[in-house]
Nanobody, 118 residues
């Protein structure tokens, strides 16, 4: 059984920073693309950032220059450093990964709330 568990969400003032972490565990042979998505109330889930196993990244236009995605392949972790946070960044953030375990599947974490408010 493969699991993704996020941590690091919380309440932060506009202009502040947060770092999200996501750990993959279970019967894992390899992890391919990993990413972060977010869903604000009343909106569809949207891509925030993705990173390949080799480290290539892509970002939503709304977060370019403010957010940085990184990963630790040895520990099966993915991170999202969020700087210069804005109220419109408020959402539940989900970790996603394509993992080869017993089978190849896409997995989601349970989500972590990020609230940007003064």
């Amino acid at each position: 059984q493969v699991q993704l568990v996020e941590s690091g969400g919380g309440l932060v003032q506009p202009g502040g920073s947060l770092r999200l972490s996501c750990a993959a565990s279970g019967s894992i042979f390899n992890i391919y693309d990993m990413g972060w998505y977010r869903q604000a109330p009343g909106k569809q889930r949207e891509l925030v950032a993705r990173i390949t196993r080799s480290g290539s990244t892509n970002y939503a236009d709304s977060v370019k220059g403010r957010f940085t995605i990184s990963r630790d392949n040895a520990k099966n972790w993915v991170y999202l450093q969020m700087n210069s946070l804005k109220p419109e960044d408020t959402a539940v953030y989900y970790c996603n990964a394509y993992i080869l375990g017993v089978t190849m599947n896409g997995y989601w974490g349970q989500g972590t709330q990020v609230t940007v408010s003064s």
